[in-house]
Protein backbone atom coordinates (compact mmCIF):
# COMPACT_ATOMS: atom_id res chain seq x y z
CA UNK A 1 0.00 0.00 0.00
CA UNK A 2 1.80 3.15 -0.97
CA UNK A 3 1.75 5.87 1.63
CA UNK A 4 3.24 8.71 -1.08
CA UNK A 5 2.02 8.72 -4.70
CA UNK A 6 3.32 10.48 -7.54
CA UNK A 7 1.00 9.42 -10.47
CA UNK A 8 2.54 11.30 -12.98
CA UNK A 9 6.23 8.48 -14.20
CA UNK A 10 7.20 11.64 -16.53
CA UNK A 11 6.52 15.09 -17.23
CA UNK A 12 7.77 16.67 -20.72
CA UNK A 13 8.14 20.83 -20.31
CA UNK A 14 9.78 23.20 -22.40
CA UNK A 15 12.25 25.63 -21.35
CA UNK A 16 11.34 28.73 -19.77
CA UNK A 17 7.89 27.38 -18.54
CA UNK A 18 6.65 26.38 -15.35
CA UNK A 19 7.25 22.91 -14.25
CA UNK A 20 4.83 21.77 -11.95
CA UNK A 21 5.24 17.68 -9.89
CA UNK A 22 2.40 16.48 -7.77
CA UNK A 23 2.82 14.24 -5.07
CA UNK A 24 -0.25 13.00 -2.98
CA UNK A 25 -0.47 11.40 0.68
CA UNK A 26 -2.39 9.09 2.03
CA UNK A 27 -1.02 8.75 6.25
CA UNK A 28 -2.84 11.60 7.88
CA UNK A 29 0.48 11.70 10.30
CA UNK A 30 2.80 12.73 7.95
CA UNK A 31 4.07 16.30 8.97
CA UNK A 32 7.44 16.81 7.12
CA UNK A 33 7.70 16.82 3.07
CA UNK A 34 10.44 16.73 1.49
CA UNK A 35 11.28 16.95 -2.86
CA UNK A 36 14.46 15.45 -3.69
CA UNK A 37 16.43 15.84 -6.99
CA UNK A 38 18.02 12.40 -8.89
CA UNK A 39 20.70 12.01 -11.56
CA UNK A 40 21.18 8.21 -12.71
CA UNK A 41 23.77 6.60 -11.30
CA UNK A 42 23.76 9.23 -8.55
CA UNK A 43 22.43 9.23 -5.31
CA UNK A 44 19.25 11.90 -4.48
CA UNK A 45 20.00 15.08 -3.40
CA UNK A 46 17.73 17.18 -1.24
CA UNK A 47 16.02 20.37 -2.88
CA UNK A 48 13.27 21.79 -0.81
CA UNK A 49 10.90 20.70 2.26
CA UNK A 50 8.45 21.66 4.29
CA UNK A 51 6.29 21.32 7.51
CA UNK A 52 3.17 20.26 8.30
CA UNK A 53 2.74 24.42 10.18
CA UNK A 54 3.05 25.80 6.57
CA UNK A 55 1.62 25.62 2.96
CA UNK A 56 3.89 27.45 1.45
CA UNK A 57 7.57 27.19 0.86
CA UNK A 58 9.59 29.10 -1.58
CA UNK A 59 13.32 28.78 -2.41
CA UNK A 60 14.76 30.61 -5.48
CA UNK A 61 13.10 28.81 -9.13
CA UNK A 62 11.66 26.40 -6.21
CA UNK A 63 8.35 26.48 -4.50
CA UNK A 64 6.52 24.21 -2.93
CA UNK A 65 2.88 23.88 -1.98
CA UNK A 66 1.24 21.89 0.68
CA UNK A 67 -2.81 21.04 1.08
CA UNK A 68 -3.52 19.07 4.28
CA UNK A 69 -6.94 18.84 3.67
CA UNK A 70 -6.29 17.27 0.34
CA UNK A 71 -3.09 15.34 1.38
CA UNK A 72 -1.35 16.91 -1.64
CA UNK A 73 1.75 18.90 -2.27
CA UNK A 74 2.88 20.29 -5.48
CA UNK A 75 6.66 21.82 -6.67
CA UNK A 76 6.40 24.39 -9.00
CA UNK A 77 9.87 25.33 -10.45
CA UNK A 78 9.96 28.25 -12.70
CA UNK A 79 11.38 28.90 -14.81
CA UNK A 80 12.72 25.43 -16.28
CA UNK A 81 15.89 24.87 -16.91
CA UNK A 82 17.95 22.51 -18.59
CA UNK A 83 20.05 20.96 -16.09
CA UNK A 84 16.53 20.18 -14.21
CA UNK A 85 15.93 17.41 -16.21
CA UNK A 86 16.14 14.54 -13.65
CA UNK A 87 14.07 11.93 -11.78
CA UNK A 88 12.44 13.94 -8.76
CA UNK A 89 11.09 11.99 -5.71
CA UNK A 90 8.47 13.77 -3.20
CA UNK A 91 9.35 12.11 0.68
CA UNK A 92 7.33 12.24 3.33
CA UNK A 93 8.05 11.57 7.38
CA UNK A 94 6.02 11.68 10.61
CA UNK A 95 7.96 13.43 14.18
CA UNK A 96 7.69 10.52 16.21
CA UNK A 97 7.55 7.79 13.59
CA UNK A 98 9.93 4.53 13.21
CA UNK A 99 13.48 5.43 13.04
CA UNK A 100 12.08 9.06 11.49
CA UNK A 101 12.37 6.90 8.06
CA UNK A 102 11.22 9.40 5.07
CA UNK A 103 8.80 7.60 2.56
CA UNK A 104 9.44 8.13 -1.20
CA UNK A 105 7.10 8.26 -3.61
CA UNK A 106 8.49 6.30 -7.12
CA UNK A 107 9.39 9.56 -8.28
CA UNK A 108 8.74 11.55 -11.72
CA UNK A 109 10.73 11.78 -14.27
CA UNK A 110 10.96 15.71 -15.32
CA UNK A 111 12.14 16.41 -19.21
CA UNK A 112 12.82 19.82 -20.03
CA UNK A 113 13.00 20.04 -23.85
CA UNK A 114 14.71 23.33 -25.48
CA UNK B 1 32.01 18.12 -1.86
CA UNK B 2 29.98 15.01 -0.54
CA UNK B 3 29.84 14.55 3.36
CA UNK B 4 28.67 10.69 2.76
CA UNK B 5 30.78 8.03 0.82
CA UNK B 6 29.70 4.81 -0.96
CA UNK B 7 32.26 2.53 -1.76
CA UNK B 8 32.21 1.01 -4.77
CA UNK B 9 30.10 2.93 -7.22
CA UNK B 10 29.86 -0.07 -9.41
CA UNK B 11 30.23 -3.53 -8.26
CA UNK B 12 29.49 -7.02 -10.74
CA UNK B 13 29.87 -10.13 -8.37
CA UNK B 14 28.92 -13.42 -9.09
CA UNK B 15 26.46 -15.70 -7.19
CA UNK B 16 27.41 -17.28 -4.09
CA UNK B 17 30.05 -14.30 -3.01
CA UNK B 18 29.97 -12.61 0.25
CA UNK B 19 29.86 -8.59 -0.43
CA UNK B 20 30.26 -5.60 1.66
CA UNK B 21 28.78 -1.75 0.59
CA UNK B 22 30.64 0.61 2.73
CA UNK B 23 29.12 3.83 3.81
CA UNK B 24 30.99 6.21 6.13
CA UNK B 25 29.46 10.32 7.02
CA UNK B 26 31.97 13.13 8.82
CA UNK B 27 28.68 14.86 9.90
CA UNK B 28 28.98 13.28 13.00
CA UNK B 29 24.81 11.85 11.93
CA UNK B 30 23.59 9.37 14.59
CA UNK B 31 20.89 8.42 12.24
CA UNK B 32 22.00 6.66 8.85
CA UNK B 33 19.88 4.31 6.52
CA UNK B 34 19.81 1.79 4.34
CA UNK B 35 18.01 2.38 0.78
CA UNK B 36 17.43 -0.34 -2.07
CA UNK B 37 15.95 1.24 -5.71
CA UNK B 38 14.72 -0.47 -8.49
CA UNK B 39 14.83 1.08 -11.92
CA UNK B 40 11.41 3.52 -11.92
CA UNK B 41 10.38 2.42 -8.65
CA UNK B 42 10.63 3.94 -4.92
CA UNK B 43 13.34 3.82 -2.41
CA UNK B 44 12.34 1.31 -0.10
CA UNK B 45 13.99 1.73 3.40
CA UNK B 46 16.29 -1.98 3.74
CA UNK B 47 17.69 -0.99 7.21
CA UNK B 48 17.99 2.13 9.57
CA UNK B 49 20.03 2.87 12.94
CA UNK B 50 19.32 5.32 15.45
CA UNK B 51 23.79 5.12 16.70
CA UNK B 52 26.02 2.82 17.74
CA UNK B 53 25.05 -0.41 18.20
CA UNK B 54 21.72 0.26 17.26
CA UNK B 55 20.13 -1.45 13.89
CA UNK B 56 16.91 -2.09 12.67
CA UNK B 57 14.86 -3.45 9.89
CA UNK B 58 12.96 -1.42 7.88
CA UNK B 59 9.84 -1.62 5.75
CA UNK B 60 11.69 -4.11 3.27
CA UNK B 61 12.83 -6.89 3.64
CA UNK B 62 16.40 -7.50 2.76
CA UNK B 63 18.71 -10.63 3.46
CA UNK B 64 21.17 -8.27 4.10
CA UNK B 65 22.88 -7.31 7.68
CA UNK B 66 24.10 -4.44 8.79
CA UNK B 67 26.31 -2.86 11.76
CA UNK B 68 27.05 0.18 13.47
CA UNK B 69 30.12 -0.10 16.02
CA UNK B 70 31.27 3.41 14.44
CA UNK B 71 29.32 6.48 14.45
CA UNK B 72 30.74 7.52 11.01
CA UNK B 73 30.25 3.84 9.73
CA UNK B 74 27.14 1.51 8.47
CA UNK B 75 28.36 -1.27 6.59
CA UNK B 76 26.21 -3.49 4.49
CA UNK B 77 26.75 -7.19 4.22
CA UNK B 78 25.11 -9.72 1.93
CA UNK B 79 26.59 -13.24 3.08
CA UNK B 80 25.42 -14.83 -0.66
CA UNK B 81 25.22 -12.53 -3.55
CA UNK B 82 22.32 -13.69 -5.33
CA UNK B 83 20.66 -12.13 -8.78
CA UNK B 84 17.68 -11.08 -6.93
CA UNK B 85 19.86 -8.41 -4.94
CA UNK B 86 20.60 -6.48 -8.09
CA UNK B 87 19.60 -3.34 -7.34
CA UNK B 88 21.09 0.08 -6.44
CA UNK B 89 22.08 0.79 -2.57
CA UNK B 90 21.68 4.19 -1.20
CA UNK B 91 23.26 5.16 2.23
CA UNK B 92 21.72 8.37 3.65
CA UNK B 93 22.45 10.03 7.32
CA UNK B 94 20.33 12.48 9.50
CA UNK B 95 20.81 14.54 12.09
CA UNK B 96 17.11 14.00 12.87
CA UNK B 97 13.40 14.54 12.11
CA UNK B 98 12.35 18.18 10.19
CA UNK B 99 16.42 18.03 8.84
CA UNK B 100 15.97 15.37 5.99
CA UNK B 101 18.60 12.95 4.51
CA UNK B 102 22.07 13.58 2.72
CA UNK B 103 22.60 10.36 0.63
CA UNK B 104 25.81 9.27 -1.04
CA UNK B 105 25.99 8.65 -4.49
CA UNK B 106 24.80 4.73 -4.31
CA UNK B 107 26.33 1.16 -5.52
CA UNK B 108 24.64 0.06 -8.40
CA UNK B 109 25.08 -3.80 -7.38
CA UNK B 110 24.93 -6.82 -10.09
CA UNK B 111 25.20 -10.24 -9.52
CA UNK B 112 25.33 -12.69 -12.47
Known amino acids: DQQVKQNSPSLSVQEGRISILNCDYT??????FLWYKKYPAEGPTFLIS?????DKNEDGRFTVFLNKSAKHLSLHIVPSQPGDSAVYFC?????????????FGKGTHLIIQP | EADIYQTPRYLVIGTGKKITLECSQT?????MYWYQQDPGMELHLIHY?????STEKGDLSSESTVSRIRTEHFPLTLESARPSHTSQYLC?????WGYGYTFGSGTRLTVV
Open chain 2, 92 to 96: ASSSG
Open chain 2, 49 to 53: SYGVN
Open chain 1, 27 to 32: NSMFDY
Open chain 1, 91 to 103: AASSQGGGADGLT
Open chain 2, 27 to 31: MGHDK
Open chain 1, 50 to 54: ISSIK
